[in-house]
């Protein structure tokens, strides 16, 4: 299958600091990517669904001026996390959409934030 | 809104026994129906996709099949192995290229 990757895996950050995730489809071209967050025990929530060369679609509760989302090419999107505070401190996954396997979504490996 | 509801929310079992995850959700106009599998503190492996016309998909031990009118869908594992053990996620993808998960299955195999 396809390969989704993350970097970096985990971070620790200090409150008030901004904080950038890489998401990047490696063998495929991704049209659309997504981004999820998920709390310890809990399912993932869908946080937003970024499309390459326009403006990302936030769920609702989701704050997009916290939560920039930028997909600038078909195998890249970032998340950068900014001014972060401890209740941002989750596991955010990413993943993908191949068209070219029947919208399959693949998934990145992660991102373990921990804002202290 | 769609909503996904998976049953049981936890099942612990012997090597060796045949299990049925279940898996329901509200909105029946889906593309496909995708079942993941989650190992604590990593990301998820897809272990197989149903798309809407299909009734099931196999791939080793697992077969999954997808009702859609009303709303199910199943993984069945077959002689299950401590290794099987993990969060098994059932996820309808929707119009609007949304993707809604279940609160998952939570399965110990126990040697």
């Known amino acids: 299958g396809a390969v989704v990757s993350q970097h970096p895996s985990r971070v620790i950050c200090k409150s008030g600091t901004s904080v950038k995730i890489e998401c990047r489809s490696l063998?495929?071209?991704?049209?659309?990517m997504f981004w999820y967050r998920q709390f310890p025990k809990q399912s993932l929530m869908l946080m937003a669904t970024s499309n390459e060369g326009s403006k990302a679609t936030y769920e609702q509760g989701v704050e997009k001026d916290k939560f920039l989302i930028n997909h600038a090419s078909l195998t890249l999107s970032t998340l950068t996390v900014t001014s972060a505070h401890p209740e941002d401190s989750s596991f955010y996954i990413c993943?993908?959409?191949?068209?070219?396997?029947?919208?399959?979504?693949?998934f990145g490996p992660g991102t373990r934030l921990t804002v202290l | 809104k769609q909503e996904v509801t998976q049953i049981p929310a936890a099942l612990s079992v012997p090597e060796g026994e045949n299990l049925v995850l279940n898996c329901s959700f509200t909105?029946?106009?889906?593309?496909?129906l995708q079942w993941f599998r989650q190992d604590p503190g990593k990301g998820l492996t897809s272990l197989l996709l149903?798309?809407?016309?299909?009734r099931e998909q196999t791939s080793g031990r697992l077969n999954a099949s997808l009702d859609k009118s009303s709303g199910r869908s199943t993984l069945y594992i077959a002689a299950s192995q401590p290794g099987d053990s993990a969060t098994y996620l059932c996820?309808?993808?929707?119009?609007?290229?949304?993707?809604?998960f279940g609160a998952g299955t939570r399965l110990f195999v126990k040697a």
């Open positions: 909105d029946s106009a889906i593309y496909n």
């Open positions: 149903i798309q809407s016309s299909q």
């Open positions: 996820a309808p993808y929707t119009g609007g290229f949304k993707t809604i």
């Open positions: 063998d495929f071209q991704a049209t659309t």
């Open positions: 993943s993908a959409i191949s068209g070219a396997q029947n919208n399959e979504q693949f």
